[in-house]
């Protein structure tokens, strides 16, 4: 399957250029969870980032839902910059494939190829901004 074009689809990645999406293409690992189980714990060390391929997941944070995300909808991918424990849990509603990068292998690939952190860059201060409440184009 070429998961490269799930990744364009996510916003992190979608400056980055064919050939580095299907380098990170290859370092995913698709992992199936039945519905109810946890995917990630809120407090847990941060040590993957998840794209949702198919299902539904809630986002809870001291047992309130904060979201729900469908197929396209990813989490954790401040994880494969800071490796902070998790600020929420992410549970399958239903049944759920996620597309799963760990952070090793994420910055291995940056180490090898450090164009895809200088396209990753404006995405990330453009996310900055918007939390600080600035207008972005």
Do not use: H
């Not at 996510?10 to 992992?31: I, N, Q, T």
């Not at 990813?74 to 998790?86: C, E, N, S």
């Amino acid at each position: 399957m070429a998961y490269e074009e799930t990744l364009a689809s996510v916003p992190l990645f979608s400056r980055l250029e064919r050939s580095d999406l299907a380098r990170l293409g290859k370092v995913v690992v698709p992992r199936k969870y039945p519905k109810g189980e946890t995917i990630v714990q809120e407090g847990e060390q941060a040590v993957a980032f998840y794209v949702v391929v198919s299902g539904k997941v809630a986002v809870t944070k001291g047992g309130k839902t904060l979201n729900t995300m469908k197929p396209g909808g990813f989490f954790g991918d401040m994880a494969l910059l800071d490796g902070y424990p998790r600020s929420a849990s992410v549970s399958a509603v239903e049944d759920t494939e996620c597309l799963v990068m760990t952070r090793w292998d994420f910055t291995a690939e940056l180490r090898t190829n450090p164009t895809i952190a200088l396209a990753m860059l404006p995405v990330l201060c453009k996310r900055i901004r918007e939390l600080e409440g600035e207008e972005v184009r």
